[in-house]
């Protein structure tokens, strides 16, 4: 220890042996000269104090002083020492015996003898400040709070002098000490157990084992009591209640009497607030139980903002059933703690500019399925489009002919469509959950798998989309030169050559300029006779459908649900793979006998008698004539057939 603490255990001495928080210098002085010399022979720490007494003494007050242990106070009669301590000393050995003193009522400032300052001393009321004070942690007590809390009681009970940490259980022990004591004397513990008996019909055993449980082992009572059970809650509500009013009936109350109310006010107050807890928690644990069937249910991934935002099956927010705290609590663990060898069951996936998603782990590839499926027809529309357009002016892209190009292609497209999924297929944590069910018990079925040999499948694969199917399907709805490589090949050299001639022709001269556009006008003339051919097949093709559609489809319904309605009745496989598979095995060959039949008609007029006439030869096909109900599958063709040429 260093000389400064010695001096200030030396003044809390000499200020709890002369019962005073204030020491004259002076008179200190001398008390430590002599007592200091009396023992500088046996103890070293007193022999420092021995010589130079007040030059040292006056060296480290000013130390204590500037740390705020002491206080000084001169005046014309001298310097005095104010010592804080002093009251914090008293009251430790005030309650130091406490527990067979439980007859007598809380120590208070008349049964000290002293005055405490104001600086020292904070008055709490026992209803709305008490339950405060216990839930909160004596360590976040700030320091510029007084350590000593005044508790002033109702009903003319006194006050209780407290230290700041008895709050938390000490208060509750001394509390259940005094009660024991007023159950122990005057025959009251028969006499409770008399008037609370009406209170617990059916449950006497119980009360009289509780109440002889508190005679003996008190203190077991806090855990009984902090659980707030059933019976616990209402035995205290009632107890308390019940010595209440027994003691305010009396006209001369005994010290006995009042250290009995002090102590079932303050049990009243930690009663309500453990149920209060209890109550607190179970909503809070109902809550969170809430929290994780919500992130069970789609879209399956959620951000932070979208959590704060869960409601119950009522409505009501979970955030307020649960503090912030709590949540946040709760998504750390549940995103850190994990079985040895297993992934967390929450699991967190980072999206781009730092977009975070929270997925169960147990969800993660239905959620993959579900966006899968959920993006591909609007990858397709949009590759169909563009491909469209492109192969209508006779132009190509990379993706159209190289594998490499059209899977970039469909990771772009997918970016732009679905972030999410992007970001869950880019993950790492993906792979290690594939691998986790994968060794489980049921396994990964085989058309389920999204990596092969630690390797994630192609997207075109994972989306169920080829190159060479998507090529069919947009040459399918352009005329049917588009598809001759000889004839698109020829009108495309003249297109790139119109395109460089009118390149050329804008760098010219004026006088050149006037010239080319002689030519230009002759080529343009050719190119809209084309077009025009191009677009009257359309027009027809398309008249034609639409004409057939109105009298194939029933009222009340659209094209595409009737459709859906035929498909059920010819395609009535169980398994949905399988079920697609089929249908769409079906449609390519629509699609590919349309496509040839186009081809040959050329320029003869195509009716609604001929789409009829395809759908009955396309019928009588051997692999058609296994399905069923070959009325509505026929009637199904014809419909492809009017979508594919209207679209």
Same mark, same amino acid.
């Given at each position: 220890?260093?000389?400064?603490?010695?001096?200030?255990?030396?003044?809390?001495?000499?200020?709890?042996?002369?019962? @005073?928080?204030?020491?004259?210098?002076?008179?200190?002085?001398?008390?430590?000269?002599?007592?200091?010399?009396?023992?500088?022979?046996?103890?070293?720490?007193?022999?420092?104090?021995? *010589?130079?007494?007040?030059?040292? =003494?006056?060296?480290?007050? !000013?130390?204590?002083?500037?740390?705020?242990?002491?206080?000084?106070?001169?005046?014309?009669? %001298?310097?005095?020492? !104010?010592?804080?301590?002093?009251?914090?000393?008293?009251?430790?050995?005030?309650?130091?015996?406490?527990?067979?003193?439980?007859?007598?009522?809380?120590?208070?400032?008349?049964?000290?003898?002293?005055?405490?300052?104001?600086?020292?001393?904070?008055?709490?009321?026992?209803?709305?400040?008490?339950?405060?004070?216990?839930?909160?942690?004596?360590?976040?007590?700030?320091?510029?709070?007084?350590?000593?809390?005044?508790?002033?009681?109702?009903?003319?009970?006194?006050?209780?002098?407290?230290?700041? $940490?008895?709050?938390?259980?000490?208060?509750?022990?001394?509390?259940?000490?005094?009660?024991?004591?007023?159950? &122990?004397?005057?025959?009251?513990?028969?006499?409770?157990?008399?008037?609370?008996?009406?209170?617990?019909?059916?449950?006497? #055993?119980?009360?009289?084992?509780?109440?002889?449980?508190?005679?003996?082992? $008190?203190?077991?009572?806090?855990?009984?009591?902090?659980?707030?059970?059933?019976?616990?809650?209402?035995?205290? #509500?009632?107890?308390?209640?019940?010595?209440?009013?027994?003691?305010?009936?009396?006209?001369?109350?005994? $010290?006995?009497?009042?250290?009995?109310?002090?102590?079932?006010?303050?049990?009243?107050?930690?009663?309500?607030?453990?149920? %209060?807890?209890?109550?607190?928690?179970?909503?809070?644990?109902?809550?969170?139980?809430?929290?994780?069937?919500?992130?069970?249910?789609?879209?399956?991934?959620?951000?932070?903002?979208?959590?704060?935002?869960?409601?119950? @099956?009522?409505?009501?927010?979970?955030?307020?059933? +649960?503090?912030?705290?709590?949540?946040?609590?709760?998504?750390?663990?549940?995103?850190? @703690?994990?079985?040895?060898?297993?992934?967390?069951?929450?699991?967190?996936?980072? %999206?781009?500019?730092?977009?975070?998603?929270?997925?169960?782990?147990?969800?993660?590839?239905?959620?993959?399925?579900?966006?899968?499926?959920?993006?591909?027809?609007?990858?397709? @529309?949009?590759?169909?489009?563009?491909?469209?357009?492109?192969?209508?002016?006779?132009?190509?892209?990379?993706?159209?002919?190289?594998?490499?190009?059209?899977? *970039?292609?469909?990771?772009?497209?997918?970016?732009?469509?679905?972030? =999410?999924? =992007?970001?869950?297929?880019?993950?790492?944590?993906?792979?290690?959950?594939?691998?986790?069910?994968?060794?489980?018990?049921?396994?990964?079925?085989?058309?389920?798998?999204?990596?092969?040999?630690?390797?994630?499948? $192609?997207?075109?694969?994972?989306?169920?989309?080829?190159?060479?199917?998507?090529?069919?399907?947009?040459? =399918?709805?352009?005329?049917?030169?588009?598809?001759?490589?000889?004839?698109?090949?020829?009108?495309?050299?003249?297109?790139?050559? !119109?395109?460089?001639?009118?390149?050329?022709?804008? #760098?010219?001269?004026?006088?050149?300029?006037?010239?080319?556009?002689?030519?230009?006008?002759?080529?343009?003339?050719?190119?809209?006779?084309?077009?025009?051919?191009?677009?009257?097949?359309?027009?027809?093709?398309?008249?034609?459908?639409?004409?057939?559609?109105?009298?194939?489809?029933?009222?009340?319904?659209?094209?595409?649900?009737?459709?859906?309605?035929?498909?059920?009745?010819?395609?009535?496989?169980?398994?949905?793979?399988?079920?697609?598979?089929?249908?769409?095995?079906?449609?390519?060959?629509?699609?590919? +006998?349309?496509?040839?039949?186009? &081809?040959?008609?050329?320029?003869?007029?195509?009716? #609604?008698?001929?789409?009829?006439?395809?759908?009955?030869?396309?019928?009588?096909?051997?692999?058609?004539?296994?399905?069923?109900?070959?009325?509505?599958?026929?009637?199904?063709?014809?419909?492809?057939?009017?979508?594919?040429?209207?679209?």
């Amino acid at each position: 220890m260093s000389s400064g603490t010695d001096l200030f255990t030396l003044l809390r001495l000499y200020a709890n042996k002369n019962r @005073t928080p204030q020491v004259s210098v002076a008179v200190f002085l001398q008390f430590l000269e002599k007592y200091a010399k009396h023992y500088e022979a046996t103890r070293e720490d007193l022999a420092y104090w021995a *010589q130079d007494t007040g030059r040292k =003494v006056w060296s480290e007050l !000013s130390k204590l002083a500037e740390q705020g242990k002491i206080e000084l106070i001169t005046d014309e009669a %001298g310097t005095v020492i !104010s010592i804080h301590q002093f009251y914090l000393d008293l009251l430790q050995q005030a309650y130091k015996n406490i527990d067979e003193s439980a007859e007598l009522p809380f120590p208070d400032e008349n049964s000290l003898g002293v005055v405490m300052p104001a600086n020292q001393v904070r008055n709490i009321n026992i209803e709305y400040d008490l339950p405060n004070l216990i839930a909160q942690n004596p360590k976040d007590n700030p320091p510029e709070n007084p350590p000593i809390y005044k508790l002033v009681f109702p009903d003319n009970a006194g006050s209780a002098l407290l230290l700041t $940490p008895m709050l938390q259980k000490r208060l509750l022990e001394i509390s259940l000490l005094k009660i024991r004591h007023y159950l &122990r004397s005057h025959n009251n513990k028969e006499y409770i157990q008399h008037k609370l008996a009406p209170a617990f019909h059916g449950k006497e #055993a119980q009360l009289r084992d509780t109440l002889n449980h508190l005679l003996v082992r $008190p203190f077991d009572a806090i855990r009984d009591m902090e659980a707030s059970g059933d019976f616990i809650y209402p035995f205290w #509500a009632y107890l308390c209640t019940q010595i209440k009013n027994d003691i305010k009936k009396k006209n001369d109350r005994l $010290p006995e009497d009042l250290a009995a109310l002090q102590a079932v006010l303050i049990l009243e107050v930690y009663n309500n607030y453990f149920k %209060g807890k209890v109550t607190r928690e179970k909503e809070a644990e109902t809550a969170f139980r809430n929290l994780e069937l919500q992130l069970e249910k789609p879209p399956f991934y959620y951000t932070i903002d979208d959590i704060v935002r869960f409601t119950d @099956t009522k409505g009501v927010p979970l955030l307020g059933q +649960y503090t912030q705290e709590a949540l946040e609590q709760y998504l750390k663990s549940k995103t850190t @703690t994990a079985k040895q060898d297993q992934l967390p069951d929450l699991l967190i996936v980072q %999206g781009r500019e730092g977009v975070k998603w929270f997925i169960k782990k147990n969800k993660m590839l239905v959620l993959c399925f579900k966006l899968l499926g959920e993006v591909r027809p609007k990858v397709k @529309t949009a590759i169909s489009q563009r491909w469209f357009k492109l192969m209508q002016a006779y132009e190509t892209e990379p993706s159209m002919q190289d594998e490499a190009a059209f899977e *970039q292609e469909l990771w772009e497209l997918t970016e732009r469509i679905s972030p =999410v999924l =992007v970001s869950l297929l880019d993950d790492k944590k993906l792979y290690l959950v594939h691998e986790e069910l994968e060794k489980g018990e049921n396994g990964i079925p085989e058309h389920t798998r999204l990596f092969y040999k630690g390797t994630l499948v $192609p997207l075109s694969e994972l989306l169920l989309l080829k190159q060479k199917d998507l090529l069919t399907d947009v040459k =399918v709805l352009l005329p049917f030169w588009y598809s001759l490589p000889i004839i698109s090949s020829l009108i495309a050299f003249f297109k790139r050559q !119109s395109k460089k001639r009118k390149k050329l022709k804008k #760098a010219a001269t004026q006088t050149n300029i006037n010239g080319a556009n002689t030519d230009d006008r002759d080529e343009k003339t050719g190119d809209s006779a084309s077009d025009a051919r191009q677009k009257d097949r359309r027009k027809e093709l398309r008249e034609v459908a639409l004409k057939h559609r109105s009298r194939l489809i029933p009222e009340g319904h659209t094209l595409d649900s009737y459709m859906e309605e035929l498909l059920d009745r010819w395609n009535r496989i169980i398994n949905v793979d399988a079920k697609n598979n089929l249908t769409e095995d079906v449609n390519s060959l629509i699609r590919d +006998y349309l496509r040839r039949t186009i &081809r040959s008609l050329k320029n003869a007029p195509f009716t #609604a008698d001929r789409i009829s006439n395809l759908a009955e030869t396309l019928i009588n096909t051997p692999n058609l004539q296994k399905l069923p109900a070959q009325e509505s599958l026929k009637l199904y063709i014809q419909l492809y057939i009017v979508k594919l040429l209207t679209e």
